[in-house]
């Protein structure tokens, strides 16, 4: 008799069909490891940063994405602190995790067969050493979800006191595009404009409440940090909003393929029918599309204005229709994108995910740009707004 929900019996990441850490990694980390260890690509090593600028060039990833964070939330706690923060660095696929002083650099991916992929990079001056990690990385990384155990990666915003140590006891938020800016970047710096819409960005807690540094809005970070041992003074807030966006359209990914793969392998040994197997993708692939067209997308009640470069480095990275137009256009006045259709869909991941789980996603988004799905949580799409999303993601081959 078939079960009316599914529970899947292989559920830990070394589990068939998954094999996390037996399985061959395929991700821009992993070719770039191999390409330095074959000689093919020297890493210029300076010093103060090791190999930061040199690995920032060679996966084309902006410095205008630098986003700082104080609070001991890492693998280095000791080393991070208001004075000393982490400084992250992303493009659609990879996340660099530097901290200055630090010979290790910490890096995770999107990859196409493992989800979230974990590195790290010994910066000796007489070589690169990269290596991809497991249970270091896991220990935090590793989340429960309907199938079983899935690697993902992490933003949150938490209450950190003046030495950067957080308070447990107190709230801590997992950030995305639908969180309240009431909730965001606790623990990190935030440069530019966010009008008057606070967030918990430049604050420290002093008797059990955040208070925020005078100034809370900063232009940049000079006499916060020595601003001239960091590749730039910003910590952008339009970078941060799309680091949040970001994260979890891979994890939504990652979920959905753990479950599909999982499904499809208990479904071959008899375990579960074909309507079962039907059910699964269904609502893996509902919660892919929902998240790709920003359901739930906190409403901007001010514009936003960024600090660098990072929202024309952005924005000019296409691709373009025969009318200019990008899903990296942001509008920033009201919502983030002037066209809510996640970017990533031109990822290496969105290709990577399992055919009938991929196709399902692009069927379901075909029928919410066509007006045939008029569900709620997509009324946030107007007839313009589903007209020329469909029209750039046909004209720029996505579907």
């Not at 901290?99 to 790290?120: C, H, K, P, Q």
């Not at 960091?230 to 941060?240: F, M």
Request: charged share 25%; hydrophobic share 35%; net charge negative.
């Amino acid at each position: 008799m078939a079960q009316s929900k599914p529970v899947l019996a292989q559920r830990r990441l070394d589990d068939a069909p998954i094999q996390y850490r037996q399985s061959a990694a395929d991700n821009p980390i992993d070719r770039l490891a191999s390409s330095v260890a074959a000689g093919e690509t020297k890493l210029q090593y300076e010093p103060g940063y090791g190999y930061l600028h040199s690995i920032l060039q060679e996966l084309d990833i902006p410095v205008s994405s630098q986003s700082l964070v104080f609070s001991k939330t890492s693998l280095q706690t000791g080393r991070i602190s208001p004075d000393n923060p982490r400084a992250f660095y992303f493009n659609d696929d990879v996340y660099i995790g530097w901290i200055r002083g630090s010979s290790l650099m910490e890096v995770a991916t999107a990859d196409v067969n493992l989800g979230a992929a974990f590195y790290s990079i010994q910066m000796n001056p007489r070589g690169a050493s990269i290596r991809r990690e497991h249970h270091r990385c896991l220990v935090c990384h590793e989340k429960t979800a309907d199938s079983g155990k899935v690697p993902m990666h992490t933003i949150t915003s938490v209450m950190a006191r003046e030495t950067g140590q957080v308070n447990l006891l107190l709230a801590e938020y997992k950030t995305d595009h639908t969180s309240p800016f009431s909730e965001r970047w606790g623990g990190w710096y935030v440069t530019g404009d966010a009008g008057e819409m606070g967030h918990m960005g430049n604050a420290f807690l002093k008797d059990e409440t955040l208070v925020p540094i005078s100034p809370h809005q900063l232009d940049d970070l000079h006499g916060v940090i020595e601003t001239s041992q960091w590749p730039t003074p910003h910590s952008d807030v339009v970078a941060l909003m799309v680091l949040e966006h970001q994260v979890e359209m891979h994890n939504r990914m990652t979920r959905a393929n753990y479950a599909v793969r999982r499904a499809a392998f208990q479904k071959e040994q008899g375990e579960i029918n074909d309507a079962d197997f039907q059910q699964i993708v269904d609502r893996e692939a509902d919660a892919v599309t929902e998240y790709a067209f920003f359901s739930g997308e906190a409403k901007l009640t001010s514009p936003i204005i960024g600090s660098s470069e990072f929202t024309r480095d952005f924005a000019k990275r296409g691709p373009f229709d025969s009318q200019g137009r990008s899903l990296r256009e942001f509008d920033l006045t009201t919502r983030m994108f002037r066209y809510p259709c996640s970017y990533l869909v031109y990822s290496d991941q969105f290709k990577g995910m399992e055919d009938v789980l991929r196709e399902r996603v692009l069927a379901m988004m075909n029928d919410v740009l066509t007006g045939s799905d008029q569900r709620p949580k997509f009324e946030h799409l107007s007839a313009e707004d589903r007209t020329a999303i469909r029209t750039i993601l046909q004209e720029t081959k996505a579907i």
